[in-house]
């Protein structure tokens, strides 16, 4: 056997080591790798640029097909927005700015024209993006962003408040449309949500020292309860303040300075303002509204719990005190129900009858429609909001309910005066020094105090504090419905704060009167045991209710045939 020479294995050696190298070489080679923007840098500026955009995480083959290929191929297409952004070319394919563009308008705004180059577009919540986006529009939209860097909120957003609303925040960002569309953010119908995402955000008002009622005293005034219900003639945020031009009250160019509100109420109510001031417009309950208003909020807030607390106290005793009564089986006397023939009462003559029926409709249909007018969100408003629009439905038969109810109550006054019998009837309707003493007497007996039911004349306080009550109701109900029903007269030739007190002595009235009715008069004709299930003298005009003669005054019974009926 031969042994191997130094050269052979030196040779071998150097043959193991160069083999060693090249498999060490394969396996250390780096795999092929897309192509990123420190590759295509080499050649390409756009790919550095890249870096500081809004597609900084993505590589460059992301959007460039064939890129591995050198030289590049011809005739590339450049890729589409859409394929990344689907849901937003929806959107401005639904906007103006597409539409223009299918309708052949190649100088309509796409998505580089606003957004730029993308390899360079801005991220859109950055301070940059927002200080350009007015730039932006005023390629297209010169004389409006002139406007808006005036007002005051193009102000804002010059001294650093990226917060400020700009004209993305309120027309939207693509799917942009006309603001007689419904669907707009700058249609009537939606422009106090508009305006309300930053003037009623809590935060934002507290941050900027902004009025933090404006959105709340706008909903609870005429003009915000309308739009709540539907109207698209009603007065919004935009048609006092302004669109794009919105200014401070005190900058004399301003649409709601005080030199200038005769000229912006005027467009609704002519004349306002041209005697008297227009002051405070957004009146909201708190130390910022007028005294008078205050005063009268206040009055009503005791009043109204006081009088119909006592009025629920006295019915209360009286219903258990016959309750007990009548389980007890007392003495016939003492049964107040009129037995089967015999001489009754009569309680209501037929023209009396009549007015009470034509009355009654009336209030009823002026209690549902004026709080529906106060409240369109609850249930049983619905009804009257199904045939709003252009027109109040609930307004209309608001107007004529009460013309009804005004012409009903001129009518009773007049046949008080033309008739010898209903003067006479109306008589027992008289207040006398004995209503007192039977109303203190009966009240105690009602809370317990006593076991003799007092005497109670034919037409007792009860009978007489709600007619007097319908009295002083119907004439401040009718004086402050006409100042709100001709509220241009007024403000043409009174301040604003008449109309404002109007409405809340208006609102607070109808409350107590509504609760008057229930708890008192419905008391006395449905759930007073004496004449439950009805007192049914509103029909025939005899009450089921034996009404005993005051000892002071003796037998007051009168026939039918007394009173030709």
Request: hydrophobic share 40%; with cysteine; aromatic share 8%.
């Amino acid at each position: 056997m031969n042994r191997a020479r130094p050269s052979d294995l030196f040779r071998l050696g150097s043959a193991l080591l160069g083999l060693m190298w090249l498999v060490g070489t394969a396996v250390a080679a780096p795999k092929a790798q897309p192509a990123s923007g420190g590759d295509c840098a080499s050649c390409h500026d756009q790919a550095a640029k890249l870096q500081k955009s809004a597609h900084a995480e993505l590589t460059c083959d992301t959007c460039h097909e064939n890129h591995d290929k050198y030289p590049h191929p011809a005739g590339v297409p450049k890729p589409a927005c859409t394929t990344c952004h689907e849901s937003v070319a929806g959107d401005y394919n639904r906007g103006v700015h597409g539409q223009a563009v299918r309708n052949g308008n190649a100088a309509a705004p796409d998505c580089a024209l606003c957004h730029g180059s993308a390899h360079e577009l801005l991220r859109p919540k950055s301070q940059a993006f927002r200080t350009a986006v007015p730039d932006t529009c005023g390629m297209c939209h010169t004389e409006v962003v002139e406007q808006f860097r005036a007002s005051v909120h193009g102000q804002a957003l010059a001294h650093g408040v990226t917060q400020a609303p700009l004209c993305t925040d309120c027309h939207g960002e693509h799917a942009i449309i006309k603001h007689t569309n419904a669907a707009s953010p700058v249609n009537a119908g939606n422009i106090r949500e508009t305006c309300g995402s930053c003037h009623g955000d809590v935060r934002l008002t507290r941050k900027f020292g902004l009025p933090q009622d404006r959105i709340v005293s706008f909903d609870a005034s005429f003009h915000g309860l309308a739009a709540k219900a539907g109207s698209q003639t009603v007065a919004n945020c935009a048609s006092c303040h302004g669109v794009h031009n919105i200014l401070p009250s005190s900058d004399p160019k301003s649409t709601i300075n005080p030199k200038n509100l005769p000229q912006t109420c005027g467009q609704c109510h002519p004349g306002a303002g041209t005697r008297f001031a227009i002051s405070q417009i957004h009146v909201s309950e708190g130390n910022t509204e007028p005294p008078a208003i205050r005063w009268v909020r206040q009055f009503y807030l005791f009043v109204i719990p006081v009088t119909i607390g006592l009025m629920i106290l006295h019915n209360a005793g009286d219903w258990l005190r016959k309750l007990i009564r009548l389980r007890s089986r007392v003495a016939a006397r003492l049964r107040t129900r009129n037995p089967a023939g015999g001489h009754r009462e009569l309680r209501m003559l037929p023209f009396e009858r009549i007015q009470h029926a034509v009355m009654a409709l009336s209030f009823i249909i002026l209690v549902w429609t004026g709080f529906a007018l106060k409240y369109p969100d609850q249930w049983w408003a619905k009804p009257l909001l199904l045939a709003e629009g252009r027109a109040s439905l609930r307004g209309l038969v608001h107007r004529i309910a009460a013309v009804v109810f005004i012409a009903v109550s001129v009518t009773h006054a007049v046949s008080l005066i033309v008739s010898r019998k209903l003067r006479g009837h109306w008589r027992e309707m008289w207040p006398a020094v004995r209503d007192v003493r039977e109303g203190l007497s009966g009240f105690a007996y009602n809370l317990g105090l006593g076991e003799t039911p007092p005497p109670r004349s034919s037409h007792s306080y009860i009978e007489k504090a709600e007619y007097w009550a319908v009295i002083w109701g119907a004439a401040v109900m009718i004086g402050t419905g006409l100042v709100l029903w001709a509220n241009t007269f007024f403000l043409r030739h009174l301040p604003k704060a008449w109309l404002d007190v109007a409405t809340s002595i208006h609102f607070y009235e109808a409350v107590l009167a509504t609760l008057a009715i229930v708890v008192w008069h419905f008391y006395s004709i449905i759930f007073d045991p004496d004449v439950y299930p009805l007192d049914t003298a509103f029909l025939t005009g005899y009450s089921v209710k034996n009404h005993e003669p005051h000892p002071e005054k003796g037998p007051q019974r009168e026939t039918a045939a007394a009173h030709g009926d």
